[in-house]
């Protein structure tokens, strides 16, 4: 069974950096997409992020030049680099296959002064 461990979340003024990362057990990282979640405060969880086997990548446009979605397929685990954060980023992080399998507990990202 695929397991996802998401980790590096935390309390961040606005404007600050944060980077998360994401351990998966298996071949998960070989076999498929790759992809990045958020719930928000009451909302539903929504994609943000999206890296290839190959590498290319893909971003939602509320993520788009402030994040950086990236994977070390050696080593498992995909990261995602957080700029310029604001407050609206604050949400439940998420990672998970495309398409998607069982999730995992998530890490939460608050950005509040």
């Known amino acids: 069974q695929v397991q996802f461990v998401e980790s590096g979340g935390g309390l961040v003024q606005p404007g600050g950096s944060l980077r998360l990362s994401c351990v998966a057990s298996?071949?998960?990282?070989?076999?498929?997409?790759m992809a990045w979640y958020r719930q928000r405060p009451g909302k539903q969880r929504e994609w943000i992020a999206r890296?290839?086997?190959?590498?290319?990548?893909l971003y939602d446009a509320s993520v788009k030049g402030r994040f950086t979605i990236s994977r070390d397929t050696a080593k498992y685990t995909m990261y995602l680099e957080m700029n310029s954060l604001k407050p609206e980023d604050t949400a439940v992080y998420y990672c998970?296959?495309?398409?998607?399998?069982?999730w995992g507990q998530g890490t939460q990202v608050t950005v509040s002064s």
């Open positions: 998970n296959s495309m398409p998607n399998l069982s």
């Open positions: 890296i290839s086997q190959g590498g290319i990548t």
């Open positions: 298996g071949s998960i990282f070989s076999d498929n997409y």
